[in-house]
């Protein structure tokens, strides 16, 4: 494992109990740094958190709703003095089914965790960021929201918004020292697959030129690079990590 520097550095993980989130908070301390996490499972994100030692904490957030997110930038300020990174990696992927046949309720719930939790955290975070100088985002979107995968429009959709929300706020904070980016994974096997198909699983492989899913420790790797001072010249920019499936 390469030696990243996040060192006196901390930073709030959405989604943080498990997955990708839980795997980015490990290489962030690895790094370094101490981290929080925020996940809607307030005992998983405790459970995650004692495993990670003493570097980690957790509170219990809905990403959905404001009033959530204030209250934990408020705890972790509280806790930590500071936070330098935000990696918005919370998120669902609703059904697997076409837009004719696709329930409204269950749009809305994959755009208002995915989407709009994703602005929500970004809303509340950047003002301290703002206020101390510094700070590092990074948003998990996904190849859908390049290349929309047919039986996942709410998801692809929900993941192109976030590309779109990354390239606005970072021009956005352009002229500060604060750096917005995002990263744009083929499928990697955690526990989301639990939400997919078996078919969806396997035309999601068959896109892929390596002919392997993702690891996890693949995507921390780089989600910890942006969010290192090292990455200084790149804002409002897409970093493919995808096996080969998308390259622009």
């Known amino acids: 494992m390469n030696q990243l520097d996040f060192a006196g550095r901390h930073a709030v993980v959405t989604g943080g109990a498990t997955g990708l989130g839980f795997g980015i908070a490990k290489r962030l301390i690895d790094s370094g740094g101490s981290v929080t996490l925020w996940d809607r499972d307030g005992d998983a994100a405790a459970k995650a958190a004692a495993s990670l030692g003493d570097k980690a904490s957790a509170l219990a957030v809905d990403v959905s709703q404001q009033p959530s997110v204030a209250k934990a930038v408020a705890g972790t300020l509280a806790q930590a003095g500071r936070i330098d990174a935000l990696v918005n990696s919370a998120g669902i992927t609703g059904p697997n089914t076409t837009v004719w046949d696709y329930p409204v309720d269950a749009w809305r719930q994959v755009m208002d965790v995915n989407l709009t939790g994703l602005f929500i955290c970004c809303r509340e975070v950047v003002p301290q960021m703002r206020s101390q100088g510094w700070g590092r985002i990074v948003n998990i979107a996904s190849v859908a ?104």
């Open 145 to 248: 929201g390049k290349e929309g995968n047919p039986n996942a429009s709410a998801y692809s959709a929900s993941k192109a918004g976030v590309i779109a929300l990354t390239k606005s706020l970072g021009k956005e904070l352009a002229g500060t020292d604060i750096r917005v980016n995002c990263v744009t994974p083929a499928a990697v096997k955690t526990a989301i697959f639990d939400q997919m198909t078996e078919q969806h699983i396997a035309f999601m492989l068959s896109k892929i030129p390596m002919g392997r899913f993702g690891q996890v420790e693949e995507i921390a790797a780089m989600v910890a690079w942006l969010c290192t001072e090292d990455c200084s010249f790149s804002t409002g920019a897409t970093f493919d990590l995808s096996g080969g499936r998308s390259t622009y």
